[in-house]
């Protein structure tokens, strides 16, 4: 059955580092980043783009790793929340989720951060109305939207840009 | 998920040759947003999955003449959304854009995909009937043109066959100026899929349009053209009599998930009602 499975070489930047691996057709980029690079911040949990916890930007883009397949990835530029941190040292949207309060059982904040870190890259002053926008794709079932909210208008207002 | 194999073909009659040979065992494939939740769940099991990202006929992009505006068939509903002249000439369509699932999803979700898996619930469909799209569309006889009015059969077809792709959308712009508005009712604010879709265009001739989806197999278009929708200075009671004629033709299915039959109709009255009065008003403005 194994031998029916189509592979097919794909060449990424993950982060910065040209990856250069065969992936099978049918396997999503979750899968991939996950099973075959080991980046396990990105979350496997809705698998039908509603919650946001696989969220990666992808040419600058955010989208549901879960609803893209690898092969679509190939010559792509992707940023996961792996990609964020730099030598070791948390980025300042990051050390806000922490400050605010924002991260409790932390499963859905790896896809909040990345949606958050996007969102002030397109808009690096947004309203309260931009960031509840910016971040509707992104559910937290422990309902910490206030906390996050406020990390991220924190971050915005800090950053003086 | 179960295994498929996988084809990226670089020019669109290798595409058309593609879904030719296999017919109902290919599925073409854009943003993957509704595709790849069905390649899992097992509702879709083509035997080849169609990319057509790499074709060069297919590029995304919304292109414009002085009468025309095309969008590529591929463009995100982000890109819709954000376009200046969309925004100015076919506001409802920028609203339906950016309505659609989340950000992640309207940075990758296609128009043409929007239209193409014709869900009686898409958002996009009911401002493309207001505007009198046309959907041009390849197959093995060439290319035609597809009154967006003739394009929705039921829920999940269209009128494409198996090995037809939709190229583009066109829409006229109009001779007139026009006032329009794109509203929906879901269940929570934010990500959802509507339970009603409404869009409404009215113009300086007395005319309007409304189109309403989610209530039927189909969204459907009507045309009224007594002026006395368009009117400012109409009764609500008018109005009213007209919009319970105008919405006679919904057909809200029993069995559906996201709201009650008669819940869609007593909004789709709300919405009617709200859409014709924020067109009328925005006819208005300079």
């Known amino acids: 059955m194994n031998d029916d499975v189509q592979r097919l070489p794909i060449s990424v930047t993950v982060n910065g580092d040209e990856r250069v691996l065969e992936v099978a057709v049918h396997h999503t980029l979750l899968d991939v980043l996950r099973d075959d690079l080991a980046l396990t911040g990105s979350k496997e949990c809705c698998l039908v783009g509603e919650c946001g916890a696989c969220t990666v930007i992808l040419d600058g883009r955010t989208v549901d790793a879960c609803l893209v397949l690898a092969v679509e990835a190939d010559g792509t530029s992707l940023t996961t929340i792996e990609g964020l941190a730099s030598e070791g040292r948390l980025s300042p949207l990051q050390a806000a989720f922490l400050d605010h309060g924002g991260v409790q059982c932390g499963f859905c904040i790896p896809g909040q951060v990345v949606s958050a870190h996007a969102l002030l890259q397109d808009n690096p002053h947004p309203t309260r109305a931009d960031v509840d926008e910016g971040i509707a794709g992104n559910l937290c079932r422990c309902g910490c939207y206030e906390q996050i909210t406020e990390a991220i208008l924190r971050t915005a207002e800090a950053s003086g840009r | ?286």
Do not use: W
């Not at chain 2, 919304?62 to 954000?82: P, Q, R, S, V």
């Not at chain 2, 992640?104 to 996009?124: E, H, K, M, V, Y």
């Not at chain 2, 559906?256 to 208005?284: F, N, Q, T």
């Open chain 2, 1 to 286: 998920m179960r295994a498929f194999s996988y084809e990226r073909p670089e020019t669109l009659a290798d595409a058309l040759a593609l879904l030719a040979a296999n017919g109902r065992d290919a599925r073409p494939l854009v943003g993957g947003t509704d595709l790849i939740i069905r390649l899992r769940d097992g509702t879709a099991r083509p035997r080849i999955v169609v990319d057509l990202k790499r074709i060069p006929e297919l590029r995304p992009g919304i292109e414009t003449t002085t009468d025309l505006l095309t969008i590529g068939a591929t463009t995100a509903m982000t890109d819709i959304a954000a376009h200046a002249l969309v925004r100015q000439r076919f506001l409802a369509l920028a609203e339906a854009a950016a309505v659609v699932g989340s950000v992640q999803i309207r940075n990758r979700a296609s128009l043409g995909g929007n239209i193409c898996n014709a869900s009686p619930a898409a958002d996009t469909a009911t401002p493309l009937l207001i505007y009198e799209a046309v959907v041009i569309v390849a197959g093995p006889g060439g290319t035609r043109r597809i009154p967006i009015r003739d394009f929705f059969i039921r829920s999940g077809e269209t009128a494409l066959r198996p090995e037809d792709l939709a190229l583009s959308i066109e829409l006229p712009i109009p001779g007139h100026r026009t006032g329009s508005v794109h509203l929906r009712r879901t269940r929570r604010r934010g990500h959802d899929l509507a339970s009603v879709t409404m869009s409404c265009l009215v113009d300086d001739r007395g005319i309007t349009r409304l189109a309403f989806g989610s209530v039927g197999p189909r969204p459907i278009l009507v045309e009224e053209t007594t002026g006395v929708l368009a009117d400012p200075g109409a009764t609500d009671g008018a109005k009213a009599a007209l919009l319970e004629t105008i919405f006679s033709s919904a057909t809200p299915s029993q069995g559906s998930m996201r709201a009650s039959p008669e819940y869609r109709l007593a909004m789709l009255r709300v919405l009617g009602r709200r859409a014709v009065a924020i067109a009328i008003d925005r006819l208005a403005q300079p």
